[in-house]
């Protein structure tokens, strides 16, 4: 009977443990016990229940009479236990940058050169009693030798232990010498400074398993002792995961670090669901407003238009998404006991799920406080929190701006009534997969930044459309089959439904047998007279032949066909992708253009005079930093973070060759491909200077720009910092259309060549304007220059940043006419080409000399000359007004997209202003990488 069950039944211990990182899945788990669990002895399981239950009375006074009933006989370590004093002083680790001492309370020792197993090793050594803690009476007798202080070999320490005081949870952080830090973080930066993969952390009560491998994210599973007799099934896969025969009785691959290896894999494999999981979650949440607008009578969306609330909704979802990483990399205070309880995101959905199998799901259906929770801590994050019990810095941000969709907030009346059980669903959609039978929850410290512009990008896929007919939401059978049906088509396929569904329901032109087998299948399936009732109902047709149909209707999770009605909103894909070229670039292919772009510029000599590359020299620290690095159609930033990183690590390695010690440690155990959640600090200081010092993004869409930031904000992971502190940098703007040199400016004309006759022998109008740019120039390297350490620092950048700005505003608005005159321009013989211009330095002349900008203003209006119908207003980004402290002074640069943009930077300068490198084509409008 064990054997027919499935392996998430047959493990569903798994979801009895707080996990947080990557950890054991249940196919991993159902390989290495498929029969199930192990049973443990009733005579073990009683002396463990009997020592928790001593253990709670007395507040963890007698935890060293339950770690001797866990280690001695649970687990059967034997000799292979060696506690705080057997262990050798070499083992402990000095995290320099807090100057805290980090070492293990216990290990499981053994040398595999030791076949027998035995306890002769190291005569003549110490050796001292099983005793837990120095100060504890309630040690037994089992004694144990020192073992040697031996780190280089993968088969002698196998794993380390902490403790930690009594009531103190593996995963809430302790700060200590200003260094905030879990017990499960500490631990896991001892394991990975001496090469052990595993880990055990306690108090007492709560058991927490650690896997930290370098450069990989850090796992963990916490056990509640005291529900071990409860859950009998949790304390046998405790036993199962640690017991001596799993370190000693299997093959390597059998072993707990290559389970939690193989578990890791398997994970990633599952993480390509995340897109169409949001996908998913967009759909219902515009689905569920549009139902709450038609019961409100049109009130909730009134004046939302299409495109408006596709955007809500997206930006509803980013920011759950953004919260999800951010939370699992602790950049917020995810495990202070008020924000887990009243904002975290990541809690949130097992609060939820707690409160249905209480009360019954269909509680949540007259509950709103989920979808609150979601509005607060938008507001919460973008103002800050200065309540005595709670603090945040107020990290800003467009994308958490409660002003940019006032109707969701319920600026003119309540917010939208979204149930509990919708948001549920949403978040059930965006953190959990089910995969083979098992629910599966997402690891967003395993995923790569990069996965926001994936989500994103599917997302450019859809939009929002009314419904000019009823609208059928169908079960999607293939990848290019359609999703929905209207109305009328619907009544047309009865007459064939077969043929229909075999060709244009799957996406295919022609039907094989084979498909035509399978809809038959499909169409013969039997459908409840309820669902074929609430269709015509829906629908508002009587047709009897809409019950042929009925198979192959959706249904919503209230077991309902899940219909738009006329005049209602849905899903529906959009041409925006290909019409912006909207593309995502993995990041194994991001990283491989960065490196070999950036490596002509950071190695002199490098590979441009040899392709021998040791021969190559790393130039100075202050050399990397002077580089200038523009993508110039970023989208949510994947080729910026990619040369963050690069940058980041050969500026480390700079640091190394000019004495820094920490750089020196760093760079003694590196690992490449690190994730970025387990970087060093050191990797993460060079990060953010490279960040603030090199990197600069332009795109033309304003959810892509927020979505780079906030990219960058992650892989930097300095919690103090805002969203937005790349705002200076990272900019929206169309980086095909504006002016792209100084001379266009200073000649009024988009051919500064051609205009020179106009000006030979004139009065100058545009003398002082270099000098306006300098000075906004010395404004922007005051904000770079400028460190951060406290919210103030960041308010005086953001100060800095308006003042540059304003300063180059009346030089915004002559250059936007400028742009304007140049579409224009384009299709006019050349006299008429000629006059408009000299009308554009009459209205430059009128500016200098009256302040009137009436006339500026109206050519400006030109930059939106046929611009077709239903298409946002053209955003032209100015590069020298944009970026003066580029453009102002000569600097070497280098741009990963396309030399066609900023071809004709300052011809009549010495030096090129810009060094441009280019790895793809140009294109315009939103990108990814």
Same mark, same amino acid.
């Given at each position: 009977?064990?054997?027919?069950?499935?392996?998430?039944?047959?493990?569903?211990?798994?979801?009895?443990?707080?996990?947080?990182?990557?950890?054991?899945?249940?196919?991993?788990?159902?390989?290495?016990?498929?029969?199930?669990?192990?049973?443990?002895?009733?005579?073990?399981?009683?002396?463990?229940?009997?020592?928790?239950?001593?253990?709670?009375?007395?507040?963890?006074?007698?935890?060293?009479?339950?770690? %001797?009933?866990?280690?001695?006989?649970? =687990?059967?370590?034997?000799?292979?236990?060696?506690?705080?004093?057997?262990?050798?002083?070499?083992?402990?680790?000095?995290?320099?940058?807090?100057?805290?001492?980090?070492?293990?309370?216990?290990?499981?020792?053994?040398?595999?050169?030791?076949?027998?197993?035995?306890?002769?090793?190291?005569?003549?050594?110490?050796?001292?009693?099983?005793?837990?803690?120095?100060?504890?009476?309630?040690?037994?007798?089992?004694?144990?030798?020192?073992?040697?202080?031996?780190?280089?070999?993968?088969?002698?320490?196998?794993?380390?232990?902490?403790?930690?005081?009594?009531?103190?949870?593996? =995963?809430?952080?302790?700060?200590?010498?200003?260094?905030?830090?879990?017990?499960?973080?500490?631990?896991?930066?001892?394991?990975?400074?001496?090469?052990?993969?595993?880990?055990?952390?306690?108090?007492?009560?709560?058991?927490?398993?650690?896997?930290?491998?370098?450069?990989?994210?850090?796992?963990?599973?916490?056990?509640?002792?005291?529900?071990?007799?409860?859950?009998?099934?949790?304390?046998?896969?405790?036993?199962?995961?640690?017991?001596?025969?799993?370190?000693?009785?299997?093959?390597?691959?059998?072993?707990?670090?290559?389970?939690?290896?193989?578990?890791?894999?398997?994970?990633?494999?599952?993480?390509?669901?995340?897109?169409?999981?949001?996908?998913?979650?967009?759909?219902?949440?515009?689905?569920?407003?549009?139902?709450?607008?038609?019961?409100?009578?049109?009130?909730?969306?009134?004046?939302?238009?299409?495109?408006?609330?596709?955007?809500?909704?997206?930006?509803?979802?980013?920011?759950?998404?953004?919260?999800?990483?951010?939370?699992?990399?602790?950049?917020?205070?995810?495990?202070?006991?008020?924000?887990? @309880?009243?904002?975290?995101?990541?809690?949130?959905?097992?609060?939820?799920?707690?409160?249905?199998?209480?009360?019954?799901?269909?509680?949540?259906?007259?509950?709103?406080?989920?979808?609150?929770?979601?509005?607060?801590?938008?507001?919460?994050?973008?103002?800050?929190?200065?309540?005595?019990?709670?603090?945040?810095?107020?990290?800003?941000?467009?994308?958490?701006?409660?002003?940019?969709?006032?109707?969701?907030?319920?600026?003119?009346?309540?917010?939208?009534?979204?149930?509990?059980?919708?948001?549920?669903?949403?978040?059930?959609?965006?953190?959990?997969?089910?995969?083979?039978?098992?629910?599966?929850?997402?690891?967003?410290?395993?995923?790569?930044?990069?996965?926001?512009?994936?989500?994103?990008?599917?997302?450019?896929?859809?939009?929002?459309?009314?419904?000019?007919?009823?609208?059928?939401?169908?079960?999607?059978?293939?990848?290019?089959?359609?999703?929905?049906?209207?109305?009328?088509?619907?009544?047309?396929?009865?007459?064939?439904?077969?043929?229909?569904?075999?060709?244009?329901?799957?996406?295919e032109k022609r039907a094989t047998a084979a498909r035509r087998k399978a809809v038959a299948h499909w169409l013969h399936q039997e459908v409840p007279a309820t669902v074929i009732a609430d269709l015509h109902r829906a629908l508002g047709v009587d047709d009897r032949k809409l019950e042929l149909l009925a198979p192959l209707v959706r249904c919503n999770d209230r077991d309902r066909p899940d219909i738009t009605p006329t005049g209602g909103r849905y899903v529906a894909p959009s041409s925006r992708r290909v019409a912006t070229g909207a593309y995502y670039t993995p990041r194994s292919l991001t990283e491989e253009i960065v490196r070999h772009t950036l490596e002509v510029l950071v190695y002199r000599p490098g590979p441009l005079e040899s392709l021998d590359a040791t021969t190559w020299v790393l130039r100075p620290s202050t050399d990397l930093l002077a580089l200038r690095v523009a993508d110039i159609a970023m989208g949510s930033g994947a080729f910026l973070v990619a040369a963050c990183?690069?940058?980041?690590?050969?500026?480390?390695?700079?640091?190394?060759?000019?004495?820094?010690?920490?750089?020196?440690?760093?760079?003694?155990?590196?690992?490449?491909?690190?994730?970025?959640?387990?970087?060093?600090?050191?990797?993460?200081?060079?990060?953010?200077?490279?960040?603030?010092?090199?990197?600069?993004?332009?795109?033309?869409?304003?959810?892509?720009?927020?979505?780079?930031?906030?990219? =960058?904000?992650?892989?930097?992971?300095?919690?103090?910092?805002?969203?937005?502190?790349?705002?200076?940098?990272?900019?929206?703007?169309?980086?095909?259309?504006?002016?792209?040199?100084?001379?266009?400016?200073?000649?009024?004309?988009?051919?500064?060549?051609?205009?020179?006759?106009?000006?030979?022998?004139?009065?100058?109008?545009?003398?002082?304007?270099?000098?306006?740019?300098?000075?906004?120039?010395?404004?922007?390297?005051?904000?770079?220059?400028?460190?951060?350490?406290?919210?103030?620092?960041?308010?005086?950048?953001?100060?800095?940043?308006?003042?540059?700005?304003?300063?180059?505003?009346?030089?915004?608005?002559?250059?936007?006419?400028?742009?304007?005159?140049?579409?224009?321009?384009?299709?006019?013989?050349?006299?008429?080409?000629?006059?408009?211009?000299?009308?554009?330095?009459?209205?430059?002349?009128? =500016?200098?000399?009256?302040?009137?900008?009436?006339?500026?203003?109206?050519?400006?209006?030109?930059?939106?000359?046929?611009?077709?119908?239903?298409?946002?207003?053209?955003?032209?980004? %100015?590069?020298?007004?944009?970026?003066?402290?580029?453009?102002?002074? %000569?600097?070497?640069?280098?741009?990963?997209?396309?030399?066609?943009?900023? %071809?004709?930077?300052?011809?009549?300068?010495?030096?090129?202003?810009?060094?441009?490198?280019?790895?793809?084509?140009?294109?315009?409008? @939103?990108?990814?990488?």
């Open positions: 009977m064990t054997g027919r069950r499935r392996p998430a039944e047959r493990h569903a211990w798994l979801e009895l443990l707080q996990q947080s990182g990557p950890f054991i899945t249940a196919p991993v788990a159902d390989q290495t016990w498929p029969a199930g669990l192990p049973a443990v002895t009733t005579e073990i399981r009683a002396r463990v229940r009997a020592a928790v239950a001593e253990l709670l009375e007395t507040s963890g006074r007698s935890r060293a009479r339950l770690a %001797h009933v866990i280690f001695g006989e649970a =687990l059967s370590w034997g000799d292979a236990f060696v506690n705080d004093t057997g262990l050798p002083a070499a083992l402990s680790e000095v995290v320099a940058e807090y100057r805290v001492i980090l070492r293990p309370d216990l290990a499981f020792f053994f040398d595999s050169d030791d076949e027998d197993e035995s306890s002769d090793r190291n005569e003549g050594l110490e050796s001292d009693e099983f005793n837990l803690e120095a100060d504890d009476e309630d040690g037994d007798g089992i004694r144990r030798e020192m073992a040697p202080a031996v780190s280089n070999s993968d088969s002698a320490w196998r794993l380390f232990g902490m403790w930690v005081p009594w009531g103190h949870h593996p =995963l809430v952080r302790i700060v200590e010498s200003g260094w905030a830090a879990s017990p499960v973080e500490r631990l896991a930066a001892l394991l990975r400074a001496r090469d052990v993969p595993i880990g055990l952390v306690s108090d007492g009560r709560w058991w927490a398993v650690v896997w930290a491998p370098r450069g990989k994210p850090v796992g963990s599973a916490v056990w509640d002792a005291s529900l071990w007799s409860e859950e009998p099934e949790s304390f046998a896969g405790f036993v199962a995961l640690l017991e001596r025969r799993r370190f000693l009785g299997v093959g390597v691959n059998e072993r707990l670090p290559a389970l939690l290896e193989h578990s890791a894999e398997a994970q990633e494999e599952v993480t390509v669901a995340l897109g169409d999981q949001v996908r998913a979650a967009v759909e219902m949440l515009v689905d569920r407003l549009d139902d709450l607008d038609r019961q409100a009578g049109g009130t909730v969306l009134a004046g939302v238009s299409d495109d408006d609330l596709y955007a809500a909704v997206v930006t509803i979802m980013m920011r759950v998404l953004f919260l999800l990483f951010a939370e699992e990399r602790r950049l917020l205070p995810s495990d202070d006991d008020r924000y887990d @309880t009243s904002y975290s995101v990541g809690r949130l959905v097992e609060q939820l799920e707690q409160r249905a199998a209480i009360h019954g799901e269909q509680t949540l259906e007259h509950r709103t406080g989920a979808w609150h929770r979601l509005l607060a801590v938008a507001r919460a994050l973008h103002s800050g929190v200065a309540h005595e019990d709670l603090r945040l810095p107020p990290y800003g941000g467009d994308l958490f701006d409660p002003d940019r969709y006032p109707w969701l907030e319920g600026r003119n009346g309540p917010p939208p009534p979204v149930d509990d059980l919708t948001v549920l669903r949403m978040l059930e959609a965006v953190q959990y997969v089910h995969l083979r039978g098992e629910r599966r929850r997402l690891t967003f410290r395993a995923l790569d930044v990069e996965q926001i512009g994936y989500v994103y990008e599917g997302l450019l896929e859809l939009e929002v459309r009314t419904a000019s007919e009823p609208i059928i939401k169908l079960r999607k059978q293939a990848r290019k089959g359609i999703a929905f049906v209207g109305l009328s088509e619907a009544l047309d396929s009865l007459g064939d439904l077969e043929e229909w569904a075999a060709t244009t329901y799957v996406g990183r690069y940058l980041a690590d050969r500026l480390v390695e700079a640091w190394d060759g000019e004495g820094d010690l920490e750089a020196s440690r760093a760079l003694a155990h590196r690992n490449e491909r690190a994730a970025d959640a387990e970087v060093v600090p050191v990797v993460l200081r060079a990060r953010r200077l490279v960040a603030e010092h090199c990197l600069h993004g332009v795109d033309v869409n304003p959810l892509a720009v927020e979505m780079a930031k906030l990219s =960058l904000w992650l892989v930097t992971m300095d919690r103090e910092r805002p969203f937005g502190f790349l705002n200076d940098r990272i900019v929206c703007g169309d980086s095909l259309l504006g002016l792209t040199s100084l001379a266009q400016l200073e000649s009024l004309h988009i051919d500064p060549r051609a205009n020179q006759k106009l000006h030979s022998g004139t009065f100058d109008l545009t003398a002082d304007w270099r000098d306006t740019l300098a000075r906004a120039a010395d404004t922007r390297r005051r904000i770079t220059a400028t460190p951060v350490v406290t919210v103030r620092d960041v308010e005086h950048k953001a100060r800095l940043l308006l003042e540059a700005q304003g300063t180059t505003e009346p030089l915004r608005l002559v250059a936007d006419a400028l742009t304007g005159a140049g579409l224009r321009a384009a299709s006019l013989p050349d006299k008429q080409r000629v006059a408009l211009f000299a009308g554009l330095e009459g209205a430059v002349l009128d =500016l200098i000399t009256t302040g009137q900008t009436s006339m500026v203003e109206k050519l400006a209006l030109d930059v939106d000359a046929g611009r077709p119908a239903g298409k946002e207003s053209r955003r032209p980004l %100015h590069w020298p007004l944009t970026f003066p402290e580029v453009f102002v002074i %000569h600097q070497r640069q280098v741009s990963m997209r396309s030399s066609a943009i900023l %071809h004709s930077l300052e011809e009549r300068r010495s030096q090129e202003l810009l060094e441009m490198t280019t790895s793809r084509g140009s294109r315009h409008g @939103t990108g990814e990488g």
